[in-house]
């Protein structure tokens, strides 16, 4: 399976949607928020449908766990709390080497939990690409932590690391936004909260493919600027055959995708054009700029920022 990492608002939700639309590749959304905002709370699927009445996660559901139930929502949030966090890296980090060095895991409690929740998310990734008919699913999750979890866990992934500019980010971040699910405001955070996320996230990424696990980094920028050839780099590393008839020019044509969480480009259906939103520079103010900057500018300038850092 295919994980896409890095801090929201990088464009992951329209990665996912265009790799989604290459024959054998299947988006599911932001799975990591599928038991509190679908099981649960019954939003809507990428579809339209209730998630509910969708009959691709019915399917799912069934193959998975012979149904989809409270009990396992529940069970699998109380589990986050406890194995998926941020602040977990540095032991899923040591468990990952463990695993990938054959030496066995130190016998802890949280790693019995670890497994546990590794567990439902293989089962979910196999029936969802069994009811798809597709061998690649797509977790856009983004969380590092989830990544490590499912790592050391033992799952089979493959990353595809996202970033952007951390101001564009910063600027998105601050921006309130309504929910298309049920018009409440989507999070917002300050430029500095967002600086210190865009660093942990990121650092958890380029640490989880220090550990062996594959890791593929985007950017944002080159993906709008250049949609096929940073389409067929990622597709290629996936390894499947990259066919990308839905492309022309700069649109893409998307077609219904039963994704559980994301952006609201989820929703979106037919012909897209492919731009870059660039509207942080006519807007964000200098100081939060330089605040920005400052926060963030080793990571930028790895990243090939520093010739914008002006």
């Not at 060095?101 to 990734?125: F, H, I, S």
Request: glycine share 10%.
């Amino acid at each position: 399976m295919v994980f896409l990492g890095g801090l929201g608002r990088s464009g992951t939700t329209l990665l996912e949607r265009l790799l989604g639309e290459v024959p054998g590749i299947a988006p599911l959304g932001e799975v990591v928020h599928l038991w509190a905002r679908s099981v649960l709370a019954d939003e809507s699927c990428g579809c339209g449908e209730p998630f509910g009445a969708c009959p691709f996660w019915e399917k799912v559901g069934e193959r998975a766990f012979g149904g989809w139930s409270d009990g396992l929502a529940h069970r699998m949030i109380a589990l986050r709390s406890r194995v998926d966090r941020t602040r977990r890296i540095p032991t899923l980090a040591r468990l990952l080497a463990e695993e990938r060095a054959g030496t066995g895991r130190w016998p802890t409690p949280g790693t019995a939990e670890l497994d546990e929740y590794a567990a439902v998310y293989r089962d979910l990734y196999n029936a969802a690409g069994e009811v798809a008919d597709c061998p690649v699913v797509i977790d856009s999750s983004k969380h590092a932590s989830l990544a490590f979890c499912l790592a050391a866990a033992g799952v089979d992934v493959q990353v595809v690391h996202v970033v952007r500019d951390p101001r564009a980010v910063a600027h998105s971040w601050r921006r309130r936004v309504a929910r298309p699910e049920d018009g409440r405001p989507m999070t917002h955070w300050s430029p500095s909260r967002t600086s210190l996320h865009w660093l942990s996230e990121n650092l958890g990424l380029e640490l989880l493919a220090r550990r062996g696990v594959p890791v593929t980094r985007i950017r944002y920028e080159d993906l709008l600027d250049a949609p096929a050839d940073t389409l067929r780099r990622v597709v290629a590393r996936i390894g499947l055959p990259c066919r990308l008839d839905f492309l022309s020019g700069g649109w893409a044509e998307l077609s219904t995708a039963h994704t559980a969480s994301g952006n609201p480009v989820r929703f979106t259906i037919g012909r897209t054009e492919l731009t870059r939103d660039d509207s942080w520079r006519a807007v964000a103010s200098s100081r939060q700029s330089r605040l920005v900057t400052a926060l963030t500018w080793p990571l930028m300038i790895k990243y090939g920022y520093h010739r914008r850092l002006a």
